[in-house]
Structure formats: structure tokens, C-alpha cells
């Protein structure tokens, strides 16, 4: 009896000690959309805050400019290296599908934030918001702010970016109800998440259509970039703005009056909560199935649930509006 009980706890002390070793040795591979994007500094911020609480490693990734091939390449050279799982915010959903399955083939797992891949190159998509509310709440913005009349246009990222098109999508489905019926979208471009190319769009539009009254920008490069454009064209107060930006970088604009609310989420938990649900993919918790409770670690749990389109999602909350009332607070938070 003694001789077996020794055997049960060598058996014991082989198994727990293989999982630690285990666990400290996850390498988790983050890819971006493009390098020096505040709003993905704040997402490695968070995956690096979880990758601390788990005992793992992230390595943050992205190309320089918002190039669909170098993600390809990043994703290529992280298989070579054989990370354990690869996180991504996809330039291009359907582009990066074959590289995301061959990472999947080699038995690394995928998981998207912030903009997807098609469901068959991801195991998971951490949703930062519903699609939905995040597409209309900015055409509800804008419309309060230039009294529900007047021509729009929409400055947004990259012509390929999954996320924006979807909520450009809601944008214009919000549009048709009688509400905005004197509300004209005249014109959507595209800035690709370049500061200069945003900022010399937005001044196509001041020249192109003299009686614009409002931009709607879904991206933080992009709103940022308008309210530059707009305050150096003399535009505050007679050219509205709205979109998604970092309240840090919007701070000034807010207080001037140049752009008087914007929505987003918070980027921090976003890649925070990536990790975690990755981390859980890796240690089988969870398999990724709907219905599944994903523990997040200090964001609570969330239930995978059906995309519509074959994928399977978590999601992460609804947006929050910044405006003159918060902005101070939430400006020094990110």
C-alpha cells in the first residue's frame, strides 16, 4: 500500500510539474493591422497585462504600412517559428485565409480580434462590440449634431478591412429609416489607416462637396486625422465629426469643440480578453463551441456564440460614447 501511494504521488508530481512547464512555455503570436497604431499599442498593452497574469509570452507583430502580404509574411515566419497560438486583426478577411490555415494544419490554433478572417481560417473571433450597434451609433452621433439634415460622408480605413465595412454596412441601413431622410451620404473614402492620407481626404471632401456638414471617421487614425484637417481648414463648428477614436488622442479635439462625441471600446481589454480566450483555447478548457462559458480572467466570463455565418464569437460589450461630460477621465486611461 505504501509503495502505491509513492507511486500515485510521483505520478502526481510528473503530471502538475509538466503543466507548469507547459504553460510557461506558451508563445502566443499577435499580428496587427499596421506598426505605430495607437489603438494597437493599447491592444499589446492589455495582451501583454494578461500574458503577465498568465505566466505566458505575446509577441506583437505588425508590417508598416496596412499591407495584407505582411501579414502574410508575419504569419508565415510565426509558423516557422512555432509559435503556440497566432492572434490577429486581419487587413484582409478573405486574403489571409490560406496563410491562417496553414498555421491551423501545423496545429496552431488562429483567433481574430478586432476584424476577422472568413470562419474557416480562425478558430474564434473576439468581438470588440456588436457590429451592429457600433454602425448605427455613429450615424445617430453625427445626425444630433448637424440636426438631422445636410450631406455626410464616411473617412474609413482600408477599402478591405472586414470590420469597417460592416459597419459601413449598418451605417447605411441606419440611414434609410425616416429620420435621416435629409441627411445625404455623398462620398466614403479611404485613408488606410495612414495619418497623412486621412488628413489629405479629408480635405478632398472640404473641397469636393463645399456644403458638407458632418464626417463620420470609423477608424482612430481617421477621426483624428479629420480633426486636424477640419481645425486647420477653419471648418470647427461648421463641419461635424464623429466616429471611433482613442480618447487620448481626442481629448483636445472634444474640448475645442471640434468633434463633440465619438464611440469606441475599450482597446486595453480587448487584447487582454484575446489572450485569455486563446489561453483557454490552448489549455482545452474550452474547445470553441457555442454556448461555451470563456473565462476572462478580471473581465468575468462571456458565452461563445454563433456568428450567423458559420464562425463562432465572443463578444466583448457594447460601445461607450466620449464627450465633453468624461473625456477628461477617460483621456488619461488610454
Do not use: H
Given at each position: 500500500m505504501k509503495k502505491f501511494l509513492i507511486f500515485v504521488l510521483l505520478v502526481l508530481l510528473i503530471v502538475l510539474g509538466t503543466e507548469s512547464f507547459a504553460q510557461k512555455k506558451y508563445v502566443i503570436g499577435l499580428v496587427t493591422k499596421t506598426a505605430g497604431n495607437p489603438f494597437f499599442e493599447a491592444v499589446n498593452k492589455g495582451a501583454q497585462e494578461a500574458a503577465k497574469e498568465l505566466g505566458i509570452t505575446v509577441i506583437h507583430q505588425a508590417p508598416a504600412a496596412s499591407s495584407v502580404q505582411g501579414q502574410i509574411d508575419i504569419i508565415n515566419s510565426m509558423i516557422a517559428q512555432k509559435v503556440s497560438a497566432i492572434c490577429i486583426s486581419a487587413?484582409?478577411?478573405?486574403?489571409?485565409?490560406?496563410?491562417?490555415?496553414?498555421?491551423?494544419?501545423?496545429?496552431?490554433?488562429?483567433?481574430?480580434?478586432?476584424?476577422?478572417?472568413?470562419?474557416?481560417?480562425?478558430?474564434?473571433?473576439?468581438?470588440?462590440?456588436?457590429?451592429?450597434?457600433?454602425?448605427?451609433?455613429?450615424?445617430?452621433?453625427?445626425?444630433?449634431?448637424?440636426?438631422?439634415?445636410?450631406?455626410?460622408?464616411?473617412?474609413?480605413?482600408?477599402?478591405?478591412?472586414?470590420?469597417?465595412?460592416?459597419?459601413?454596412?449598418?451605417?447605411?441601413?441606419?440611414?434609410?429609416?425616416?429620420?435621416?431622410?435629409?441627411?445625404?451620404?455623398?462620398?466614403?473614402?479611404?485613408?488606410?489607416?495612414?495619418?497623412?492620407?486621412?488628413?489629405?481626404?479629408?480635405?478632398?471632401?472640404f473641397k469636393s462637396y463645399p456644403n458638407l456638414k458632418g464626417i463620420i471617421a470609423p477608424t482612430t487614425v481617421g477621426i483624428a486625422a479629420a480633426a486636424r484637417a477640419i481645425e486647420d481648414a477653419g471648418l470647427s463648428g461648421k463641419v461635424q465629426l464623429t466616429g471611433l477614436g482613442l480618447p487620448s488622442e481626442m481629448a483636445e479635439y472634444v474640448k475645442r469643440g471640434t468633434c463633440k462625441a465619438f464611440a469606441l471600446w475599450n482597446p486595453i481589454d480587448l487584447g487582454y480578453a484575446t489572450i485569455y480566450a486563446t489561453y483557454r483555447l490552448l489549455t482545452r478548457e474550452i474547445k470553441g463551441n457555442v454556448g461555451e462559458k470563456v473565462n476572462l480572467g478580471k473581465l468575468g466570463e462571456r458565452t461563445i456564440v454563433d456568428e450567423g455565418n458559420g464562425g463562432r464569437m465572443i463578444i466583448l460589450g457594447p460601445p461607450f460614447v466620449f464627450d465633453a461630460s468624461n473625456i477628461d477621465y477617460w483621456s488619461k486611461v488610454y
Open positions: 487587413n484582409d478577411p478573405d486574403a489571409l485565409v490560406p496563410a491562417c490555415r496553414k498555421a491551423q494544419l501545423r496545429g496552431i490554433p488562429v483567433v481574430t480580434f478586432d476584424s476577422a478572417v472568413k470562419p474557416q481560417g480562425r478558430k474564434l473571433f473576439v468581438n470588440q462590440a456588436d457590429m451592429e450597434q457600433i454602425g448605427r451609433i455613429q450615424v445617430q452621433l453625427l445626425a444630433k449634431m448637424i440636426n438631422y439634415e445636410g450631406e455626410i460622408a464616411i473617412l474609413s480605413a482600408a477599402s478591405t478591412m472586414a470590420n469597417q465595412n460592416t459597419w459601413i454596412a449598418w451605417m447605411k441601413e441606419e440611414l434609410k429609416k425616416p429620420e435621416y431622410s435629409k441627411m445625404k451620404l455623398v462620398a466614403i473614402v479611404y485613408g488606410d489607416d495612414i495619418r497623412e492620407k486621412s488628413y489629405n481626404e479629408a480635405m478632398g471632401l
